[in-house]
């Protein structure tokens, strides 16, 4: 009987989680529109623009005409969307080999170091 109990719980409760985004959705719906250039090694530091995670292993930076897009070598533990990333830059440009750090909401410390790729803007 507790073992019905405990599945209908279960049951219950994925019922009421939100709909799961498959991945790269977030990727789609914010170059949506865009049109990617040529990969560019560094880009140019804008501190109005900050950069934010769509998955675990593409960063998108800045916004209005132009959106950089940057995919990592692979998952990097830590990154997502609401994720405090910590880009060790070397300069005042974001470039490809620069380390990414990402510390989750709640935690103290920040994850493994990830590497940078090339960054591909998409124009309006």
């Known amino acids: 009987m507790r073992e019905l109990l405990l599945i209908g719980v279960a049951l219950s ?3 009421c989680s939100g709909p799961v985004n ?3 959705s977030d990727f789609a ?3 949506a529109g865009r049109v990617a250039g040529p990969p560019q090694s560094c880009i140019p530091t804008d501190r109005s623009s900050g950069i934010r995670a769509l998955d675990e292993q593409t960063l998108a930076y800045g916004g209005g005409r132009t959106l950089y897009i940057n995919h990592l070598g ?3 533990p830590g990154v997502r969307p609401l994720s405090t990333l910590i880009i060790e830059v070397h300069g005042n440009q974001y ?3 620069d380390g990414v750090r990402a510390r ?3 935690s103290i410390l920040a994850g493994p170091t990830c590497i ?3 960054w591909v803007p998409y124009r309006r």
């Open 13 to 15: 409760l994925l019922g």
């Open 104 to 106: 989750e909401m709640g």
């Open 22 to 24: 498959p991945p790269g």
């Open 116 to 118: 940078l790729g090339d």
């Open 74 to 76: 692979g998952p990097c």
């Open 29 to 31: 719906q914010t170059t």
């Open 95 to 97: 470039c490809r080999g």
